[in-house]
């Protein structure tokens, strides 16, 4: 396993373009989070889903964006009508929610979202 | 809510020095505390944990840090800095209940960067 993969590494958007970006978490995770980091802040929670169900959203999640697991593996993050406020670091992370117990919780190496 | 308070954005130490990041954290419940380090352009890669047991907690490349309740701290320390070392680190918390139960969402401090001086 080549642990959580995200693509594109970098994204560079005209304001008011739509983008996409793709999270394939580790085969066996069947939690999956999306978080955001700006620039000189940490990352702050997004939203989670347990196997392809959606289960929490963040207030920081506006309508433009919208996240799916369909099939409660690879999630999509989308962000419509893009701000340069969007421009951030997308990280994506999965692990493994089994019993009382929740295991490898780990990251992926972020898209890089610049809006011009 | 939780929150972490990372105090100061920049520590530069010599090589071969003890490194000290602080963190304190804030919890109305009993929390778990975690430690990761990021270099540029990489994702968040974890040093260490506390769940329960045992306070104080060793990780990999040599960090160790110490939860104290009385102090709601989890600072991390390194006997001997090495060129390596420099990144960004971050402490975070969750929640115990939330965390092997509803949701697993950790709550991030703005960081610190740790520069190591030759």
């Known amino acids: 396993d080549t642990g959580v993969s995200q693509n594109p590494r970098h994204k560079i958007t005209k304001r008011g373009q739509n983008v996409t970006f793709r999270c394939d978490p580790i085969?066996?995770?069947?939690?999956l989070y999306w978080y955001r980091q700006t620039l000189g802040q940490g990352p702050e929670f997004l939203t989670y889903?347990?196997?392809?169900?959606?289960?929490?959203k963040s207030r920081l999640l506006s309508d433009r964006f919208s996240a799916e697991r369909p099939k409660g593996s690879f999630s999509t993050l989308e962000i419509q009508r893009t701000e340069q406020g969007d421009s951030a670091m997308y990280l994506c992370a999965s692990s493994l929610k089994l019993g009382q117990g929740v295991y490898g919780y780990t990251f992926g190496s972020g898209t890089r979202l610049t809006v011009v | 809510a939780q929150s972490v308070t990372q105090l100061g954005s920049h520590v530069s130490v010599s090589e071969g020095a003890l490194v000290l990041l602080r963190c304190n954290y804030s919890s109305s419940v009993p929390p778990y505390l975690f430690w990761y380090v990021q270099y540029p352009n990489q994702g968040l890669q974890l040093l260490l944990k506390?769940?329960?047991?045992?306070?104080l907690v060793k990780g990999i490349n040599g960090f160790e840090a110490e939860f104290k309740k009385s102090e709601t701290s989890f600072h991390l320390t390194k006997p001997s800095a090495h060129m390596s070392d420099a990144a960004e680190y971050f402490c975070?918390?969750?929640?115990?209940?939330?965390?092997?139960?509803?949701?697993?969402?950790?709550?991030f401090g703005k960081g610190i960067t740790l520069s190591v001086r030759p």
């Open positions: 889903f347990q196997n392809e169900a959606q289960l929490e």
């Open positions: 506390y769940t329960t047991g045992a306070t």
């Open positions: 085969s066996e995770h069947n939690r």
């Open positions: 975070a918390v969750s929640e115990a209940g939330d965390f092997t139960g509803a949701n697993s969402k950790l709550t």
